[in-house]
């Protein structure tokens, strides 16, 4: 279903995000000069294959390359090295919202978000009232989505991401969005989706949604494979390696 062969991501982090003239004057002067410890990588060979129907999960501490994995298994990113092979639909729940037009009502953006994720006109008009329901947010329809808080945001974009039962679920973080109601109705949510047979890889800084859900677990620390293996006992390994690095 997925295979991963060898990826590694690579950053330059002597790049800064700024647009003036004079900072795309130095950069263009100064890119020769760059010393190779600007070199940042994300991943490091990492290989590992998923078969179709498993729930696996990613930990990791924080700047691990978690989510950067994610976005290459999902093509977001192209990875610097190695090889990436997905059979299959591929539902990505990275960055919940990503796709939203601000200034866009939200009735609006269920179309476009929608489009976005391959969803036809006539599709979303069937599946509107779902979405609509799931959500939550009935009330706020013709209100622009820069007026919702990040809470709301995120309902919109998940009852959106999941109105169909995708073959593969790619997941970030996303059952702690919403209130504590919402968060039981993402976990059901992604629940049935499970048992339906969606292949499903899911990060999370939770051990215990973790341990629940999945069937293994990918470890990985500062870009590198730590371990692959049974979701107790690898969340067992990387608990103690916690308690001993911190």
């Not at 977001?76 to 601000?102: H, Q, R, Y």
């Not at 109601?181 to 629940?191: G, L, P």
């Amino acid at each position: 279903m997925i295979k991963i062969k060898d990826v590694s991501m690579k950053f330059n982090l002597g790049i800064e995000k700024n647009n003036s003239l004079k900072s795309t004057i130095i950069n263009i002067i100064s890119l020769k000069n760059k010393k190779k410890s600007e070199d940042f990588w994300a991943l490091k060979n990492i290989t590992f294959n998923i078969e179709k129907g498993e729930v696996v999960g990613i930990i990791g501490s924080n700047g691990a390359g978690k989510s950067t994995l994610l976005k290459v298994v999902s093509g977001v990113m192209k990875p610097t090295k190695g090889s990436v092979e997905v059979n299959g639909v591929i539902s990505p729940m990275i960055e919940l919202g990503a796709g939203f037009d601000p200034e866009l009502t939200a009735r609006e953006n269920i179309y476009l978000n929608g489009a976005i994720l391959g969803y036809s006109k006539k599709f979303l008009e069937e599946k509107f009232d779902d979405i609509v329901e799931f959500s939550e947010l009935k009330d706020f329809l013709d209100a622009p989505v820069k007026n919702f808080s990040s809470g709301m945001t995120a309902k919109l974009a998940f009852s959106i991401a999941t109105v169909v039962n995708p073959e593969i679920l790619i997941v970030d973080e996303i059952l702690s969005v919403g209130d504590i109601k919402f968060q039981e109705k993402s976990k059901n949510k992604m629940m049935s989706m499970i048992k339906g047979g969606t292949t499903v890889l899911y990060v999370s800084h939770s051990l215990s949604s973790i341990e629940e859900l999945c069937d293994k677990v990918i470890w990985i620390e500062k870009g590198e494979l730590v371990k692959i293996g049974k979701a107790k006992d690898i969340c067992k390994n990387y608990y103690e390696y916690q308690l001993k690095n911190n």
